[in-house]
């Protein structure tokens, strides 16, 4: 990862992932209020976190801001996004961050910790095929202690209503389009922005070279997912939060 510096505005790194993020989710904050509200249902308000895929670490800094006595480590291959996490996060002894590949069965080695309280992910692990997605949750279900919940927010379609769908997309891509004309960034401008960034061009060529320009993995439906958390080791698995196109499910241990 590159240097982090001093003279480097993370904080307005961080603050234009969000709103970049907000152009395709504009219900975002909702689904992170949700989650912290169940982090605090289930395992109280000083939880040991594990933020997975955590990108810039946007989970992290609400998790905090609400609960201060909170503890979390950040997991992400993604070299741009963890320099961003790391400068953002800078000094603050409460959390960690580590550069590990989900797709190995070894990155749980590079854990400071065994166990956690709460694993939290949101609108990262589409970035996996349903082979892959189920062995992590596999891994997942002997990582999250008795009694502790592991919750993912992302992209779950229902393929047996297409017609609601096809429905929900145009409307959702009109308002995008609004926001857009108002100059919103989309994805593809804001890595162009870091590419052009002193100390972010280096970290951005590399997760170009790792990851492409897309996503090519599966959006299997909410029902999936909380069978395949089930089937893994959790005892309960539900969702807890739904937009038109998103879910939260939460599975407990």
């Known amino acids: 990862m ?39 249902a289930c395992v109280g308000t000083a ?34 996004l963890l320099t961003i996490a ?12 580590v550069r590990a590949d989900l797709k190995d069965p070894a990155w749980v ?3 400071p910790y065994d166990t956690y309280d ?5 609108t ?12 992590l949750y596999g891994q997942l279900a002997g990582l999250v202690r008795e009694g502790g919940v592991l919750m993912n927010a992302d992209h779950m379609r229902d393929e047996s209503t297409p017609r609601i769908n096809a429905a929900e997309r145009a409307h959702r891509h009109a308002a995008m389009d609004r926001a857009r004309a108002d100059g919103a960034l989309d994805w593809a401008e804001w890595w162009a922005l870091a590419a052009k960034d002193p100390v972010l061009a280096g970290p951005t060529a590399e997760r170009f070279v790792l990851y492409g320009e897309h996503a090519d993995g599966d959006t299997p439906s909410a029902d999936w997912h909380a069978r395949t958390l089930r089937a893994a080791g959790f005892t309960e698995a539900r969702p ?10 939460l599975a407990l241990r």
């Open 2 to 40: 590159a240097e982090v510096t001093a003279t480097t505005d993370w904080r307005a790194w961080q603050d234009s992932w969000d709103r970049q993020q907000e152009w395709y989710m504009p219900d975002r904050e909702e689904r992170f209020r949700v989650m912290l509200d169940m982090v605090e």
């Open 47 to 80: 939880p040991r976190v594990l933020d997975l895929a955590c990108g810039t670490g946007s989970i992290t800094a609400r998790l905090l801001a609400r609960f201060p006595d909170a503890t979390s480590t950040g997991v992400d291959l993604d070299p741009a």
């Open 86 to 97: 790391e400068g953002y996060f800078a000094g603050d002894d409460r959390v960690r961050f």
């Open 109 to 111: 080695r590079s854990l």
């Open 118 to 122: 709460a694993v939290l992910t949101a």
């Open 124 to 135: 990262a692990l589409h970035w996996l095929h349903e082979e892959p997605l189920t062995a």
């Open 240 to 249: 807890v939060w739904a937009s038109p196109s998103d879910t939260l499910v």
